[in-house]
């Protein structure tokens, strides 16, 4: 039996900042077209995974495979080029552009041979591109907003608009739904899936919502002090006895 | 008709405006334009770094390689051409940007303004000491000839006007191109957030180091149009207050509008001449006061004036509307 191919397999991860172990001996894979979600307390090292397999910090021990590539201590831009895109907890948007701009940067980076010293920056595919992915996350009708004037909540979605213009294997969200507000969450994320349908993306999100993660992940790994304490389908972990007392906090 | 044409056309129609108004023109205000002219150049290169979001306080060293180039060039090996000369220094600043972009595509803010200063200082104390190439009292550089003609005492003036503003026509126009194309929008970007620009996957250090060399190749080419207009050349030129002008011109403009830098260097030749001309002592406090209104009340520069900020295409903004509206419909249908 031939062994199940692995987008991410992250081996043994190690990262210290001086005394503190940020994260221990983390090991997962994570097979094409899975939705994980990473649950945890603040501090639990969900965040440091994510930077780890994004390239924000280096490792200090352990391996990262993309697609059984070695991509171990490559920086943002090399793994973002390998097909590894991410949101950010905190949306990282080029705040004085507009939506439509924002996009159209991320896609001229996508497209091979888009970037040129002469070639004008509002070539009209690219646009039509451009507006098609604001449309994608219903964000179409904020094309020509400077960014700095837009909500939280259509930052978020632009921020994830942005990462998903380089067509990626895997996308990382960090707390895609933190700061929108209990109503707005639901409908957020079946808009970010609803965009990424049909593309058998792989998808690691960060969340807290518990409700969340039982609606829309298929496998949850929950993190404590650095370290994996569960992983499985959300009936499973949730109800762990180490999540719950560790993470969800309901231990009875 | 595209959009790079249609400026083309402009910027060849204005130059050709300029050039017949030029002929009216007193022989000091001819000197003048053409200063503002060569400097201008060299702040251009300083608006394509604006744009990245780093400011170079030592834009001196590229000016002094260009004209140290050029007059060298003219001096030692007899060239005499005056278009070949602008090319040398142009190329020469372009190289030395070429090794120190790297470097300094590394820092940002004072760190990147600093290290710049530095550079430039540094090749200010070398050519203090060097006596090969005249010391602290520099070098006179002969006139040269243009495109095979001779320029002689009477139309020098007029010359040396006429190729400082096609050049600088001809960099500006290039300049705009860039600032417009896709290039362009990533500086624009990395100055608003490098984080994210990373995170696409393309390299912020690159795309900053390239902005240097181009800044510095413009530093070059304006170093060696004024050695060829002033006909001498001294270590001044890589001095701390030269490359502070240049910042001067620079924030006086703003990054909106690349034209917009020979207004500003127009200006601060101006106000330079006349506060030197009656109040001799004291020219610096009126240039000083003239930038502190300047930040006071245009805050972008004076290019911010009539420079409108890139929108999207008309055609890509109706497709926009379109697209808002047929979400609105779907989402009252679904209600």
């Known amino acids: 039996m031939t062994p199940q191919p692995y987008v991410l397999e992250a081996d043994r991860l190690g990262k210290t900042f001086g005394a503190l172990v940020a994260a221990d001996n983390v090991s997962l894979q994570v097979s094409a077209g899975q939705r994980v979600c990473l649950i945890g307390s603040n501090g639990a090292g969900k965040t440091t995974f994510v930077n780890m397999v994004t390239g924000y910090i280096k490792p200090s021990s352990g391996s990262i495979k993309l697609d059984g590539k070695e991509i171990t201590g490559l920086g943002p831009r090399q793994i973002a080029q390998r097909g590894v895109c991410r949101s950010f907890q905190i949306p990282q948007l080029c705040l004085e552009m507009s939506a439509a701009e924002n996009i159209l940067v991320a896609l001229t980076v996508a497209r091979r041979g888009a970037l040129s010293f002469w070639r004008g920056a509002y070539d009209a595919g690219l646009c039509d591109e451009a507006i098609a992915m604001l449309e994608r996350f219903g964000l179409a009708g904020h094309a020509e907003r400077p960014v700095s004037e837009l909500p939280g909540g259509v930052r978020k979605l632009l921020d994830i608009a942005m990462a998903l213009c380089r067509d990626p294997r895997l996308i990382l969200l960090d707390e895609p739904t933190s700061g929108v507000s209990v109503d707005e969450k639901f409908s957020m994320m079946d808009t970010v899936l609803r965009a990424m349908d049909g593309s058998n993306l792989t998808t690691l999100f960060v969340e807290h919502d518990m409700d969340i993660v039982s609606t829309y992940a298929n496998r949850v790994v929950a993190f404590y002090s650095g370290r994996v304490i569960a992983d499985g389908t959300p009936a499973e972990v949730l109800v762990d006895a180490e999540v719950k007392r560790y993470v969800t906090g309901n231990a009875k | 008709m595209t959009r790079s044409l249609q400026t083309t056309i402009l910027y060849a129609a204005a130059l050709a405006v300029l050039l017949l108004v030029g002929l009216m023109l ?7 334009l053409t200063m503002a002219a060569s400097h201008g150049v060299v702040g251009l290169g300083l608006i394509v770094m604006m744009r990245g979001g780093v400011v170079s306080f030592g834009q001196g060293l590229v000016f002094a390689i260009g004209g140290y180039v050029a007059g060298l060039a003219a001096t030692r090996y007899g060239i005499t051409d005056a278009v070949v000369l602008v090319l040398l220094g142009c190329f020469a600043s372009a190289l030395a940007g070429a090794i120190a972009g790297p470097l300094l595509a590394r820092y ?13 200082m540094v090749l200010y104390g070398i050519l203090v000491k060097s006596s090969g190439v005249g010391g602290s009292d520099g ?25 400082s503003s096609a050049i600088a026509t001809l960099l500006t126009l290039l300049v705009t191109i860039y600032c417009r194309s896709s290039r362009g929008l990533l500086s624009m970007a990395i100055r608003d957030n490098e984080l994210r620009v990373e995170y696409l996957g393309t390299s912020v250090r690159a795309a900053m180091a390239i902005n240097f060399v181009i800044a510095a190749a413009l530093g070059g080419a304006g170093g060696a149009l004024t050695v060829i207009s002033l006909g001498h050349i001294d270590p001044n030129f890589s001095y701390w207050t030269t490359s502070g002008e240049f910042v001067f011109m620079a924030i006086l403009a703003g990054h909106a509008s690349a034209p917009a830098v020979f207004l500003a260097s127009l200006l601060l030749e101006l106000v330079r001449s006349f506060s030197n001309k009656y109040f001799p002592d004291t020219w610096q406090l009126a240039l000083g006061l003239f930038l ?36 609105r419909a779907a989402t009252e249908a679904a209600q």
Do not use: H
Request: aromatic share 12%; net charge positive; charged share 15%.
């Open chain 2, 292 to 327: 502190l209104l300047i930040i006071l009340f245009l805050p972008k520069g004076v290019g911010s004036l009539w420079a409108k900020p890139e929108r999207l295409p008309r055609q890509a903004a109706e497709k926009a509307q379109a697209a808002a509206a047929r979400q």
């Open chain 2, 139 to 163: 070098f006179n550089v002969p006139r040269p000839s243009m495109l095979g003609l001779t320029i002689n005492e009477t139309n020098a003036d007029y010359a040396f006007f006429a190729l």
């Open chain 2, 26 to 32: 007193p022989q000091w205000l001819l000197f003048l």
């Open chain 2, 108 to 120: 940002r803010s004072i760190f990147f303004a600093m290290l710049t200063l530095a550079l430039s």
